[in-house]
């Protein structure tokens, strides 16, 4: 249950009780105040109860309880006890309680009271591990109730109730009193009563809210004598609006409909609706039938008035349609509501009555002609069509009176079904029979037979009665000439006054004959009812009736009889009854008779005179009393001539009449009670329609008795209706079918009662009533007839709905009128309509306005009775009121930027439209794309249109927001760009104007995408560069492929997809490049390269490396075939090998983020390993990667080419110094080489070309040592603007030869420009982004490019190495790997330590040579960890003491002595021989053994059996101790050298910021290019090694020899001495002693800075520093003795030396460099805001510049004493450049 579970439905996190009541405290406290169950609780080890209490007590006795002490601690406990401090408590034991593992001890605790009041004290237990308190009270009684802290009671619905109970107790021991006070909606019951002590009561507690609320409140208990004492209670209730449904099968507009289709008049039909409580709280509810019109009869029935349904429930309710008048569609509604619900529902329930369809199988019935005295008998069949049944009655005697009798004169029919019934003819006299039998129907029309015959005597022969004789006396009827005797006619037809028509029918000689057809007859004919009344009625009321102004209606029969009924219950025996005769002629009249019949007539025949009356005597003898009787006696009327067949003609056959009485009687003596009678009326009021036209209703009265019953209507007790038959008898379990007549009038009551007399006695009386009340037609509309519309757009369309309601009885026809001008703006649907009794339909108005202003409108609502259309009109007027504004529309966003979107991935967004007008708008939005080809840029709007909207039309209330949801589709890559455009509607719904631009949505369609940012190798490939990496995996091409669309074939499958049942999976892309991981001996470490993948985009990226083991789908183990090719079977060694591996394989890059993935490939099996591994990037590109691996043998020797195919870069046709190209060449073994290129190829393709040198290498042979990079030098140069290819074989000595391709391409200058290798910059990156496990120290950039460059010019960039740990100080050392790059690179510092988290700055200088070339160095900085090479050192310090020591240790054993011995003699004679010959033998040669065993490859490594004899034996030496191998970085330095006239032509604006260093020009220029200078280049190869090796051996020497070594330091310290034949020779003109002897070799000290350039900052001090003697005060005097022209001469002369130009160039880097070092040590603020330095006034500076200048000589006297001077020449240029450079311009 609920309370059970107090949780707030709100928020089950928060207590669903705030609120603070301050009882709430003091029962808490009470509550603690009571009798507590003990609770053992531990202390320290100790288990006890926290407290003893007493509580049934008195003064002056004394009461004792235990306190238990267990031990639960695994140790001996020891606790002291301190006794309790009052004398009210006390304990008999000792101080001390020794306590054993699992034992228990009992402390007996005495109170002993002396007063009433309550007691408190404490004992104490102190133990080793702390100290615990036991608290002792004594509690004197007082009143106190339990109750629960919260009830929380069931949900309930709003304005319902919900109620729980709860039980509270007297826990005290005294009896009290209580009292319950709560507010509203909660109540309680009972509020009051008495508990005594331990008695519990109950509690109900009842919620009745008001509304949904989540209400909570207090319940206050006072209780106790007289209420002091209080306890609250927390009542707690949740309310929610009810919401119930209606479900049924029909809908319309605001309404259920329940249906019931057809039913027969008469019967019942149920159906069911449920209803749905969507609610979660139980709901009641209530049905009930709305108002109807207060005659209407009720024809629907539903049982269930009210109820209850629990939550989430359906409730089945029963509905019956029980039609009462036939052919009437039935509408009646039931309202569903609800207490508390917002809304009520409403059901239509709709219900058509249907009939029967009866039909006799014919209408004419002709028993021909018998003799009198016989009998004849013939079938005729009742047909029942329909499915309904059907009651029908002959109105026929059902004795012998009747000359025509029915076997079966009343009964049912079922549906579709036929009965035969047998009519017999027995004719009393020879007169030829005319009966018009009528078939009573109920809720139908009368069926008529016509039942003719002719009895012939012998005397008496009348006239053969024909069916053609009925036909032609209905159109003689009509036309009015029945009324005349045939023997009449026939002499009018003999003197021509009368003619036949072509029927036979007699007709006026006077009407044409042409115009018979068209001719109008006189009177209409009868309806089936109203023929029935004719017949059967009197002549008084048919003159009534048809006293009319219509001419058409018919006349007065033509033999009437009166009265037409005849009772003989308490009156005379023999009544009197008269017939008239309105013919022309003389009749004959014969009664029926019957012998046996109470009922005799007298005469039973007579004759008439034309327009006479007589009389018959009509009398009742019963034979036995108590009896009821009933008859219809008969008269047969006919003209007199019609006696004998001779007397009349057959044109002019007339046949009989036929007249009816009915009686009836009864012979029960007076005082004798009738009998009771049992009938059943099918419905006991009869109700006319509300029109004022004649109309008629049928009931069926049913004797279910076994006894006759016999009835009467008094027509005199209400005249205006009439009934048929009024008075009858109906036999046991037959019926009757009465018929009414009525022509409703306002003037009647709303019900006329009509008394039913049953059995002749007042006694047995039914009273019918009838209600034929004429009512004026009455509709009703919704809202008192105003209609107003909200403020609609011009031009557009607003609607509303209009329920109209038919308050009449009758189903009306109404059609709504509009005037002209209201007709152009108001419309309504529909426009005419029907409507049922009590029926209401929508009516659904438009309001479209063709300017902007108020509308007052007046539509009128016409209607009138569908049964009369012809009647009057009546009219309702209503009052439409609408307003006309111009609306519009704008967006919030003008325009939307979606930004990049995913191709063929939908990305939603909404446009949020605004509509600020006071008018609601009807729009059509419109969009109009415009798509950029990103490759292409131009437009292309041809694409279909890829972004769809939700709401492309609809209305926007005024003053509203409404966001358009809408879906972007990208089909390619491309910029997308959509106009969004709106149409204001018209009220036709159509677009009207121009479409009005409302905002503009942009996107751009991108594929996901990646790219490669960063590549590092790991393992045995650390030593190639970045750009040898780059190279190597195509990274260039990888980008380019992951920057272009997918192709179709390529999106096959978005997302990995296992496609294939082969090993090697089909390919979809023809996207193909090779990864090649190098080549590596065999057991080597893995190749493992770091790849660094970046989403570049702003969309998420998938991508997955698929081997073709994750496309192929896998078989079952019997599907395999077992056959596979060798290319299968190398792909599956791979695989399952794992010989190329990536981790991660997949993974999910987010917009801007980085990932890195591994690469790796085991070098375990000799051969090339290839593996197609398949990039896919989901919903994106496939790009096929070859994986390409080569593991070669460790004892071979192998060059590893990136391709068998190289490009040099294009060179210009015509130039006369092409530069150097590098081709690289990487040892990918074990063992150093030795390479050498065949030449002969280029002299072939030099002859070809006029001996001209198209293709030239530098180096064409040399040594590669094991893991490092040759760069072989080519140049290139071409005579044709063609491309020249040429293969070239590379021999290795030792190894296998290879060729490869080398190509060029030359241009025309005029028509393109020379490459740059600026684009390195681009393709290449420079920054190291993937760190390397274990690496600690980065550089700011790993690669350098200088760009394009002069010759002889020198460039410097700037990098900082950083030491990223915090713990670990580190050494670098830059190695630079050749000597070329020793010449042309340089970097400061080369060495150095650096700290945890320090920085250093590195200044790197490239110095181009004098002729142009390509440079792509490599410079390595090694790495180590001062820790490990600490540790190195200290064992290699151990490892030579340990060495040491054993060279005076050995150990003597038994086993191998003989061997020992021979080798000690065989070592003592090679000592012997060795100090004889003075000279020491070559060592021996070692052992024979495989040369792949001797490099030691993972073949050779030693078993486990090898391993375990250097432990066995114990005498192998410990290995040397190895040094730490430093971590690799690399720096790359690319750059390009163009000679001066090329570099001032192709970049002119760059040719300033450089400076060429002109003595290296000038010595180039007299060197030549240098080359060979040193060697010979055609000496052979053997003897170049020879050289080599000698020079090597004596310049190691030499540097070993200690002696040079000081000299060396000497030197630095020694002054360079002035060489008089350095000075510039006598200009001319003046003597030799006029130039100073120092003007050379003392030059400015200005010029001659000791830094000259960053990077060979050290050299230049080193080789500078030693200072020359001072200047002397001669020299000085010598230069001022010059002329003053000579002197500018010479200074100008010194600014033109290349070695003063050097110098100020290398005094400003060197000066800028130092700025930018002290600027990153933090000494310099480059940021800083300059100082202003105020001059004086330019008076004082004008008298100051001649003391200035007197004092400038003093004080650079002063500053050359303090600076030495450097005058070491240049290294540069040469001293004889300088002297000549000196000498005076000629």
């Known amino acids: 249950m609920l309370t059970d579970n107090p949780v707030n439905p709100l928020n089950s996190g928060i207590p669903f009780g705030g609120a603070h009541n301050p009882h709430r405290k003091r029962v808490s406290s009470l509550r603690s ?167 519990e009561c109950r509690v109900t507690v009842e919620f009745k809210p008001q509304q949904a609320v989540v209400c909570q409140a207090e319940a206050c208990c006072a209780f106790g004598d ?180 029915v076997d079966k004169p009343c009964g049912s029919l079922p549906g579709s079904s036929k009965l035969t019934l047998r009519v017999k003819f027995r004719p009393q006299n020879p007169i030829a029979y005319h009966k018009t039998m009528i078939c009573l129907l109920l809720h139908r029309e009368p069926l008529f037979m016509d039942l003719i015959g002719t009895c012939h005597s012998e005397q008496l022969k009348p006239a053969i009665l024909k069916p053609r004789h009925l036909s032609v006396y209905r159109l003689n009827l009509l036309r009015g000439l029945t009324c005349y005797p045939p023997d009449l006619l026939s002499a009018l037809l003999k003197e021509d006054r009368l003619k036949l028509d072509d029927s036979g029918a007699l007709q006026m000689q006077e009407i044409p004959a042409e ?55 308490d009156g005379p025996a023999s009544k009197s009854v008269s017939i008239t005769n309105h013919t022309k002629g003389k009749i004959c009249l014969t009664w029926s008779s019957e012998a046996e019949s109470p009922f005799s007539i007298s005469p039973l025949s007579c004759e008439l005179g034309p327009l006479k009356t007589t009389a018959f005597r009509v009398t009742y003898s019963p034979n036995q009393q108590n009896i009821f009787h009933a008859a219809q006696l008969e008269c047969f009327t006919f003209y007199k001539v019609l006696r004998d067949q001779r007397n009349v003609e057959d044109q002019t056959l007339c046949p009989p009449w036929c007249l009816t009485v009915r009686v009836s009687g009864h012979s029960f003596q007076p005082g004798k009670e009738h009998f009771t009678p049992n009938i059943s009326l099918q419905h006991p009021q009869v109700v006319f329609p509300a029109l004022k036209q004649l109309a008629y209703r049928s009931i069926l009265l049913q004797n279910t008795g076994d006894l006759p019953v016999i009835f009467r209507l008094d027509p005199d007790e209400c005249p205006s209706v009439c009934v048929l038959p009024s008075s009858g008898l109906v036999p046991p379990g037959s019926h009757q079918i009465l018929t009414f007549r009525c022509t409703p009038s306002p003037d009647h009551s709303s019900g006329i009662p009509l008394t039913l007399q049953l059995n002749a006695t007042p006694n047995h009386a039914q009273v019918l009533n009838v209600v034929a009340v004429a009512e004026k037609l009455s509709m009703s509309v919704e809202e008192g007839g105003s209609l107003f519309f909200q403020p609609t757009a011009v031009g557009s369309c607003s609607e509303r709905t209009l329920w109209v309601k038919n308050l009449s009885r009758v189903p009306v026809e109404f059609k709504w009128r509009l005037c002209g001008s209201d007709r152009r703006v108001l419309t309504v649907l529909p426009n005419t309509d029907i409507l049922q009794p009590n029926e209401s339909k929508v009516q659904k108005w438009s309001f479209a306005p063709k300017e902007e202003m108020m509308y007052n409108m007046k539509p009128s609502l016409t209607f009138w ?11 309702l007027t209503i009052e439409a009121v609408g307003l006309a504004s111009k609306g519009s529309l704008q967006a919030e966003h003008p325009v939307i930027d979606l930004g990049e979107v995913l191709v063929e991935s939908c990305k939603s967004f909404e446009v949020p439209l605004l509509n600020d007008s006071p008018c609601a708008v009807s729009y059509s939005l419109t969009t109009q794309q415009s798509v950029t080809d990103t490759g292409l840029l131009e437009d292309m709007t041809q694409d279909p249109l890829v972004l769809e909207m939700e709401n492309v039309k609809g209305t926007i209330p005024a003053d509203c927001r409404l966001p358009i949801r809408c879906t972007v589709r990208p089909a390619r890559r491309a910029h997308y760009c959509w106009t969004i455009s709106y149409h204001i509607l018209n009220a036709s719904g159509s677009v009207g104007g121009e479409p009005q631009p409302i905002c503009h949505v942009q996107a751009e369609g991108v594929y996901p995408t990646m790219e490669v940012m960063d590549i590092r190798s790991c393992g045995n490939v650390e030593g190639l560069s970045k750009l040898q990496l780059w190279r190597l995996f195509n990274l260039d091409t990888l980008n380019t492929y992951l920057r272009r669309d997918p192709s179709p074939s390529e999106l096959t499958f978005r997302v990995p997809t296992r496609h294939s049942f082969r090993h090697r999976p089909s390919i979809f892309t023809s996207a193909t490049m090779d990864f090649s991981f190098s080549a590596a001996p065999l057991g080597s470490d893995p190749t493992s390269i770091l790849l660094l993948f970046e989403n570049p985009g702003s969309i998420p990226v998938e991508w997955s490396f698929l081997f073709p083991e994750d496309q192929q789908i896998e078989l079952e183990y019997w599907a395999e075939t077992g056959d596979f090719s060798p290319s299968e079977i190398h792909l599956m060694k791979i695989q399952e090998h794992r010989l190329f591996s990536i981790f991660p394989r997949s993974g999910k890059l987010q917009p801007g983020r980085q990932r890195t993935v591994q690469f790796t490939y085991r070098h375990e099996f000799v051969g090339t390993d290839r593996l197609p591994v398949l990039l896919k990037i989901s919903r994106g590109r496939e790009i096929l990667l070859n994986f390409t691996g080569i593991t070669v043998e460790r004892d071979r020797r ?96 030792e190894g296998d030869s290879m060729f490869v391709t080398f190509e060029g391409q030359g241009f025309d200058e005029r028509e393109s420009e020379p490459i740059q290798v600026q684009d390195g910059r681009i393709t290449v990156p420079c920054t190291q982004r993937i760190p390397v496990p274990g690496q600690v120290v980065f550089l700011s950039e790993d690669r350098v490019c200088f760009g394009d460059i002069p010759v002889c010019s020198r460039s410097t960039r700037i990098l900082f190495l950083t030491n990223v740990s915090y713990t670990d100080q580190v050494l670098y050392k830059w190695n630079v790997t050749s000597t070329e790059c020793q010449q042309t690179v340089t970097i400061c510092p080369m060495s150095g330590r650096l700290a945890p988290g320090e920085s250093v700055l590195c200044i790197v200088t490239i110095q181009a040579s004098g002729s142009p070339a390509f440079y792509q160095q490599d410079l390595l900085c090694e790495i180590t960890l001062v820790n490990m090479l600490a540790q190195y050192h200290k064992d290699l310090r151990q490892w030579e003491e340990e060495t040491e020591r054993q060279k005076y240790e050995f150990t003597l054993t038994e086993k191998d002595l003989l061997q020992t011995k021979q080798l000690d003699k065989c070592t003592q004679e090679g000592a012997v021989l060795e100090q004889k010959t003075g000279k020491r033998k070559y060592k021996a040669l070692p052992p024979i053994r495989s040369s792949y065993h001797a490099v030691g490859g993972p073949s050779a490594r030693p078993s486990r059996a090898e391993q375990r004899v250097p432990q066995q034996t114990g005498q192998e030496r410990r290995r040397r101790p190895e040094p730490p191998c430093p971590t690799l970085l690399h720096l790359g330095v690319t750059a390009r050298s163009h000679s001066l006239m090329e ?191 105020a001059l004086p006034p330019s008076s004082s500076r004008k008298n100051s510049l001649g003391s200035n200048r007197q004092s400038s000589a003093e004080s650079n006297k002063r500053k050359e004493l303090l600076r030495p001077l450097v005058t070491s020449p240049s290294p540069y240029m040469s001293t004889q450049a300088k002297v000549s450079n000196l000498e005076p311009e000629q």
């Open 33 to 199: 105040g009571g009798l507590q169950k003990r609770t053992q609780n531990c202390f320290f080890g100790v288990e006890t109860c926290a407290e003893l209490v007493w509580g049934d007590w008195e003064p002056g006795l004394e009461y004792t309880k235990s306190l238990f002490l267990r031990s639960v601690h695994g140790k001996l406990q020891k606790l002291t006890v301190r006794p309790p401090g009052s004398k009210f408590f006390n304990t008999p034991y000792p101080q001390t309680i020794l306590l054993s593992p699992g034992t228990s001890f009992s402390l007996p605790v005495t109170f002993q009271p002396l007063e009433k009041c309550e007691y408190v004290d404490t004992i104490e237990f102190q133990g080793k591990e702390g100290t615990f308190q036991v608290s002792l009270r004594a509690v004197i009684p007082h009143h106190d109730l339990k109750v629960p802290d919260t009830v929380i009671l069931p949900p309930c619905a709003a304005r319902h109730s919900s109620q729980t109970s709860f039980l509270f107790r007297n826990s005290s021991k005294l009896q009290t009193g209580f009292r319950w006070f709560v507010d509203p909606p909660f109540q309680l019951s009972p509020e009051t009563g008495q508990l005594k002590p331990g008695e």
């Open 226 to 405: 007289d209420g002091e004492s209080s306890c609250t209670v927390l009542l707690r209730g949740l309310s929610k609006y009810p919401r119930l449904q209606i479900s049924c099968m029909g809908q319309e507009e605001e309404c259920k409909v329940l249906e019931f289709g057809s039913v027969a008049v008469g019967d019942s039909h149920e159906k069911h609706f449920e209803i749905y409580n969507l609610s979660t709280v139980s709901t009641t509810f209530s049905l009930s039938w709305l108002r109807r019109p207060p005659l209407m009869e009720s024809v629907f029935s539903c049982e269930v008035h009210e109820g209850k349904i629990a939550p989430h429930s359906v409730l089945k309710v029963p509905v019956c349609f029980s039609p009462l008048t036939v052919d009437r569609i039935s509408v009646d509604y039931l309202c569903l509501t609800c207490p508390g619900a917002v809304s009520e529902d409403l059901l239509k329930v709709l219900g058509t009555s249907i009939g029967p369809i009866v039909s006799l199988s014919t209408s004419v019935l002709d028993f021909g002609c018998i003799e009198e005295g016989t009998e004849v008998t013939h079938n005729i069949q009742i047909i029942n069509s329909s499915a309904v049944l059907a009651h029908y009655q002959f109105d026929v005697d059902t004795g012998s009176h009747s000359v025509f009798s």
């Open 515 to 569: 115009d018979t057809g068209n001719s109008t007859p006189p009177f209409n004919p009868r309806s089936p009812l109203e023929e029935y009344f004719h017949v059967n009625s009197a002549p008084e009321a048919e003159t009534e009736l048809y006293n009319t102004s219509n001419s058409t209606r018919f006349p007065v029969p033509h033999v009437t009889v009166q009265p037409s009924e005849l009772l003989f219950y």
């Open 865 to 875: 009775p569908v049964q009369t259309p012809q009647c009057k009109k009546s009219r």
């Open 1198 to 1293: 192998y060059i590893h080419l990136s391709s068998n195919r190289h490009i040099f870069a294009p060179m210009a046709i015509g130039g006369f110094s092409p530069p150097k190209q590098v081709y690289e060449l990487y040892n990918a073994g074990t063992l150093p080489l030795r390479y050498h290129f065949d030449t002969t190829p280029l002299e072939e393709l030099m002859e070809e070309n006029f001996s001209h040198p198209i293709l030239q290498c530098m180096n064409p042979g040399g040594e590669i040592e094991p893991g490092h990079t040759a760069l072989v030098e080519w140049i290139f140069s071409p005579l044709e603007a063609k491309t020249y290819s040429v293969d070239i074989p590379i021999h290795v000595v």
């Open 1543 to 1733: 570099y001032q032509t192709h970049f002119p604006t760059q040719f300033n910021t450089h400076y060429i260093n002109r003595s290296t020009q000038s010595k180039h220029s007299q060197s030549g290019t240098g080359e060979g200078c040193h060697l010979p280049a055609n000496l052979p190869p053997l003897t170049l090694d020879v050289i080599t090796h000698v020079l090597n051996s004596l310049l190691q020497s030499l540097l070993d020899e200690p002696q040079f070594q000081q000299s060396l330091v000497e030197g630095d310290t020694e002054q360079v001495l002035y060489f008089t034949q350095l000075r510039p020779a006598p200009a001319p003109g003046l003597p030799a002693q006029t130039l100073p002897r120092s003007a050379a070799g003392c030059q400015d000290p200005v010029e001659m800075s000791g830094v000259s350039s960053a990077a060979p900052a050290k050299t230049y001090t080193r080789n500078c520093s030693t200072a020359d003697r001072p200047r002397s005060e001669c020299d000085l005097e010598s230069l001022k003795e010059l002329p003053e022209e000579t002197k500018l001469k010479v200074q100008e002369s010194i600014r033109r030396f290349p070695e003063f130009c050097d110098l100020l160039e290398g005094i400003l880097l060197n000066t800028l460099q130092n700025l930018m070092m002290e600027a990153f040590l933090g000494e310099l603020v480059l940021t800083t805001r300059p100082r202003i330095i």
